[in-house]
Structures are given as structure tokens and as C-alpha cells.
């Protein structure tokens, strides 16, 4: 009889671990965390931040590493200490390539934040829509008040939720308890955060 049972919950508990110690490292390389830092929403500035800070460390800090591994493997190498002098010529003869690298970065980077700009635009004129096509239907005011909380979780998720022309959105959803109720308790994450969200909604356009 094949055997159904759950894997142990230590195993639930390391892949929980590891998954998280993963985003973190995700999170830092990609510069992720100037949106805690800055406290600023995804745009423009950010993005360049974000591609100018990968670029400068996959150039000055990747590219050493890999010559660094390079001699270290390289049996015909004489002894263990790094070339200095070689690193800098290759800095000078490659500088062309921090160049490259923060075009693609930023372009890549760029074209997920188009993404997700017209993901979220796309999500509020569909909650619009139903909202309107199924008004008065039994339990469609709840379920109708859980859409717009998922909109605003995902729009915090996607750190676009500072942006004035989804704060202003947000607040006004927000305004209805239901809509409330629901992402207080379904969004998950800190006790804090619904708090944190109008703090941050209220900054963007302009109310104290």
C-alpha cells in the first residue's frame, strides 16, 4: 500500500528556511532592498539605482572572482597570489562591459515594471467590471470586497502601491470595511502592515 503520510514537518521547516534564505540573497544582489531603504515606489529612479548597483557589482566584484577562480584552478600557475595588475588591465580593457551589463539590467528590469504596471491596471478595470456587472447578486459585495483587497496586496507586493495614482485607488477601497476586513485578514505578513499601508498611501498623495 503506497504510503500517503506527509513528510516530516523538519522537512517543511528546512525548505521554509532555505526558500527564505534564497529571497534574501535575491533580494540583496538585485538591489531590491532600496525600496525599504529609499522608501520609495517602483519607478524611474529606482530602477536605475537598481541597475547601476548590479552592474558595479557584477563588474568590480563578479568578474575578479571568476579571474580569482581562474587561477586558482590554472595548473600551470606559479604560486597562490592574486595578480593585481592583470585584474586592472582587464578592468581597463573590458570597461565597456559595465556599460553592457547596466543596459541589460536595466532594460530587463524596465520591462518587469512595465509588466507589472499594466498587470495591476488590468486588475482594477476587471474589479470595476464585475462590480458593476454583478451588483446586487447574492454574496457579490463580499467577494467583490475580496478582489479589491487582493488588488491592494498586490499592489503593495509589487511596491507600486506608492504610487499616487494607485494610493489613491487603495484609499478609497480602503475606506469600506469589508474591503478592510479582508486584506487584514488574508494578505498575511505583519500585524503592523495594514497600518504601514496607510501611512505610506497618505504620504503619497499628500495627506497627513
Do not use: C
Not at 79 to 104: C, E, M, N
Not at 175 to 201: C, H, M, T, W
Amino acid at each position: 500500500m503506497t504510503n500517503l503520510r506527509p513528510p516530516p514537518r523538519q522537512q517543511f521547516t528546512i525548505a521554509h528556511k532555505t526558500s527564505r534564505v534564497l529571497g534574501t540573497l535575491v533580494e540583496l544582489i538585485s538591489g531590491e532592498w532600496f525600496f525599504v531603504v529609499l522608501d520609495r515606489a517602483n519607478g524611474g529612479s529606482i530602477i536605475l539605482l537598481r541597475a547601476l548597483f548590479v552592474a558595479i557589482w557584477i563588474f568590480f566584484l563578479l568578474l575578479p572572482a571568476g579571474l580569482a577562480l581562474h587561477d586558482v584552478i590554472d595548473p600551470s600557475r606559479q604560486g597562490t597570489q592574486f595578480d593585481w595588475p592583470r585584474l586592472f588591465h582587464f578592468w581597463d580593457q573590458h570597461a565597456s562591459w559595465l556599460a553592457v551589463v547596466f543596459g541589460s539590467v536595466y532594460t530587463a528590469l524596465y520591462a518587469r515594471f512595465a509588466a507589472q504596471w499594466r498587470y495591476l491596471a488590468d486588475l482594477y478595470n476587471k474589479v470595476k467590471e464585475a462590480s458593476i456587472k454583478y451588483a446586487g447578486e447574492p454574496n457579490s459585495d463580499e467577494r467583490i470586497a475580496e478582489w479589491k483587497a487582493g488588488f491592494v496586496e498586490d499592489a503593495q507586493e509589487l511596491h507600486l502601491a506608492k504610487k499616487r495614482i494607485f494610493a489613491q485607488v487603495i484609499k478609497h477601497w480602503l475606506a469600506d470595511e469589508a474591503v478592510k476586513n479582508a486584506f487584514v485578514g488574508y494578505s498575511g505578513g505583519p500585524k503592523d502592515r495594514y497600518q504601514k499601508l496607510v501611512e505610506d498611501i497618505n504620504r503619497a498623495i499628500g495627506e497627513d
